[in-house]
């Protein structure tokens, strides 16, 4: 069952890569905001760091380098819980609460809730969600307690330059297009809560030109979930059904002695 | 003279119930894990986290219990001659009310195929419940896999129980004492399995 959301009332981020000039203040925000401790990181020889997210890392700049005639470029891309409309790791979880969405569209978590199953991680399209020390999930929620006071993410607040814009999906979409972005995420998996404008075909950003559940999780749950309970409901029918028309395979001294055991 | 043959040992018996009893509860605690339609199974262990803890307790214990009840019978279920075929032919007699008559050893081919589905399950579950155990030190596509396989095995274990405990209580009596006593009465076993019967009883 794909969760359903609330479209015309969709709160989401437009990231448009090509404003983001990698300052990261969005990585530190997003860790002031909600006091998400300091990572040991190690040079890796990269301007990127750290150089993946952790349970204490909720977003973080990738830095893609590229050679063009002759230079060096660099593209950066905003990663995070891409918040999708379908989203797969509501879908696997199997304690209610844990993983949820909220009015504005957000996929939230309640750490309280989980049962540490990490279903999530293997259901996710883009790899996002984390596991922390306490073995509880970890990832982007949205600053859903500042939506829900009526600000912005800390941080698209904290963003100098206005590559990461939050606010009305539909209206960030539309003024998107009309300034004719190349955008990403807008359909994908009934619309991801974060769409990109890219410079460039999403492979390169290292994101899944065509972004889905994985198959073998759509196959557990929207196929061999259903055709499991009608099969388990329907041996019983069957076997009740066998009972009363059939009947039992009788050898010829229980008809005469009633099965009793002597 | 005794009316009773023996068909399983103590040794089997015990064997049977510790894997029955494992099954069990691996079920009552997978299924809420299966599906969020069955979150409340959870509440016989006290929340899914605990559900999780007895899940990975049952689990080693079916595993090794199954698997040794699978080389326990091995021999005895792995091979199909003509009068298994002959069985599969008439689907056992079940389908009607008419007398038939099968020239079947220790096992009908039914039994067969459900011990070795069970011995297949047991090792699909098993491998891929591990997999599942700490998905973060495997690669994703392993664990996706593996989360497939565990719910189809599950999923199919559990429908061959029902037909399993149909078949082996109500819908053949006197079949369940040899699970239970250890012994079945003489006609039950001339009727069901008269190769074995003749094998054990040396003729008559």
Same mark, same amino acid.
């Given at each position: 069952?794909?969760?359903?959301?609330?479209?015309?009332?969709?709160?989401?981020?437009?990231?448009?890569?090509?404003?983001?000039?990698?300052?990261?203040?969005?990585?530190?925000?997003?860790?002031?905001?909600?006091?998400?401790?300091?990572?040991?990181? !190690?040079? +890796?020889?990269?301007?990127?760091?750290?150089?993946?997210? &952790?349970? @204490? *890392?909720?977003?973080?700049? /990738?830095?893609?380098?590229?050679?063009?005639?002759?230079?060096?470029?660099?593209?950066?891309?905003?990663?995070?819980?891409?918040?999708?409309?379908?989203?797969?790791?509501?879908?696997?979880?199997?304690?209610?609460?844990?993983?949820?969405?909220?009015?504005?569209?957000?996929?939230?978590?309640?750490?309280?809730?989980?049962?540490?199953?990490?279903?999530?991680?293997?259901?996710?399209?883009?790899?996002?969600?984390?596991?922390?020390?306490?073995?509880?999930?970890?990832?982007?929620?949205?600053?859903?307690?500042?939506?829900? !006071?009526? +600000?912005?993410?800390?941080?698209?607040?904290?963003?100098? &330059?206005? @590559? *990461?814009?939050?606010?009305? /999906?539909?209206?960030?979409?539309?003024?998107?297009?009309?300034?004719?972005?190349?955008?990403?995420?807008?359909?994908?998996?009934?619309?991801?809560?974060?769409?990109?404008?890219?410079?460039?075909?999403?492979?390169?950003?290292?994101?899944?030109?065509?972004?889905?559940?994985?198959?073998?999780?759509?196959?557990?749950?929207?196929?061999?979930?259903?055709?499991?309970?009608?099969?388990?409901?329907?041996?019983?029918?069957?076997?009740?059904?066998?009972?009363?028309?059939?009947?039992?395979?009788?050898?010829?001294?229980?008809?005469?002695?009633?099965?009793?055991?002597? | 003279?005794?009316?009773?043959?023996?068909?399983?040992?103590?040794?089997?018996?015990?064997?049977?119930?510790?894997?029955?009893?494992?099954?069990?509860?691996?079920?009552?605690?997978?299924?809420?894990?299966?599906?969020?339609?069955?979150?409340?199974?959870?509440?016989?262990?006290?929340?899914?986290?605990?559900?999780?803890?007895?899940?990975?307790?049952?689990?080693?214990?079916?595993?090794?219990?199954?698997?040794?009840?699978?080389?326990?019978?091995?021999?005895?279920?792995?091979?199909?001659?003509?009068?298994?075929?002959?069985?599969?032919?008439?689907?056992?007699?079940?389908?009607?009310?008419?007398?038939?008559?099968?020239?079947?050893?220790?096992?009908?081919?039914?039994?067969?195929?459900?011990?070795?589905?069970?011995?297949?399950?047991?090792?699909?579950?098993?491998?891929?419940?591990?997999?599942?155990?700490?998905?973060?030190?495997?690669?994703?596509?392993?664990?996706?896999?593996?989360?497939?396989?565990?719910?189809?095995?599950?999923?199919?274990?559990?429908?061959?129980?029902?037909?399993?405990?149909?078949?082996?209580?109500?819908?053949?009596?006197?079949?369940?004492?040899?699970?239970?006593?250890?012994?079945?009465?003489?006609?039950?076993?001339?009727?069901?399995?008269?190769?074995?019967?003749?094998?054990?009883?040396?003729?008559?």
């Amino acid at each position: 069952m794909a969760d359903t959301i609330n479209r015309s009332g969709r709160k989401g981020f437009l990231v448009d890569t090509s404003k983001c000039i990698g300052c990261r203040s969005c990585q530190v925000a997003c860790k002031q905001w909600n006091k998400l401790e300091a990572d040991k990181t !190690a040079n +890796m020889g990269s301007t990127e760091n750290p150089r993946d997210l &952790t349970p @204490a *890392l909720y977003n973080r700049i /990738r830095f893609i380098e590229k050679e063009s005639s002759g230079q060096t470029v660099w593209q950066f891309l905003n990663q995070r819980c891409m918040h999708c409309g379908d989203a797969g790791c509501i879908k696997v979880c199997p304690s209610p609460g844990a993983l949820y969405r909220t009015k504005e569209g957000s996929v939230v978590f309640n750490k309280e809730k989980c049962i540490a199953c990490k279903y999530c991680v293997s259901a996710c399209p883009f790899n996002i969600p984390r596991y922390d020390s306490n073995d509880k999930v970890a990832k982007c929620h949205l600053c859903y307690d500042r939506i829900a !006071a009526g +600000m912005s993410p800390a941080c698209a607040k904290a963003c100098p &330059t206005q @590559a *990461l814009q939050f606010g009305n /999906r539909n209206d960030l979409i539309a003024k998107a297009t009309a300034a004719k972005k190349k955008l990403y995420g807008v359909d994908d998996l009934l619309g991801l809560g974060v769409v990109y404008a890219l410079e460039g075909p999403p492979e390169q950003y290292g994101l899944p030109a065509k972004p889905e559940i994985p198959t073998s999780i759509f196959l557990w749950k929207d196929v061999i979930k259903p055709l499991g309970i009608l099969g388990f409901w329907g041996s019983i029918g069957a076997v009740l059904l066998h009972y009363v028309t059939v009947g039992p395979q009788r050898t010829e001294e229980t008809e005469d002695k009633g099965g009793s055991h002597e | 003279m005794s009316n009773y043959i023996e068909r399983f040992s103590t040794r089997q018996r015990v064997l049977h119930w510790i894997v029955t009893a494992s099954f069990f509860t691996l079920v009552l605690s997978g299924v809420g894990l299966f599906s969020r339609l069955f979150n409340g199974y959870f509440n016989f262990f006290g929340g899914g986290q605990n559900a999780i803890l007895i899940h990975k307790i049952a689990g080693p214990i079916f595993f090794l219990s199954s698997a040794y009840m699978y080389l326990d019978h091995r021999a005895e279920i792995s091979s199909f001659d003509s009068n298994d075929m002959e069985w599969f032919r008439k689907a056992g007699g079940y389908l009607s009310r008419e007398p038939h008559h099968f020239h079947i050893g220790r096992y009908n081919p039914g039994q067969k195929m459900f011990a070795l589905f069970i011995a297949v399950a047991t090792l699909v579950l098993g491998i891929t419940g591990l997999f599942i155990w700490v998905p973060t030190a495997f690669p994703r596509w392993i664990v996706q896999i593996s989360l497939m396989l565990h719910g189809l095995m599950f999923v199919g274990s559990i429908m061959f129980m029902v037909l399993h405990v149909y078949l082996a209580t109500i819908g053949n009596p006197g079949t369940v004492q040899g699970m239970l006593y250890g012994d079945v009465r003489k006609d039950w076993a001339r009727h069901h399995h008269p190769r074995w019967y003749r094998e054990r009883t040396g003729g008559k």
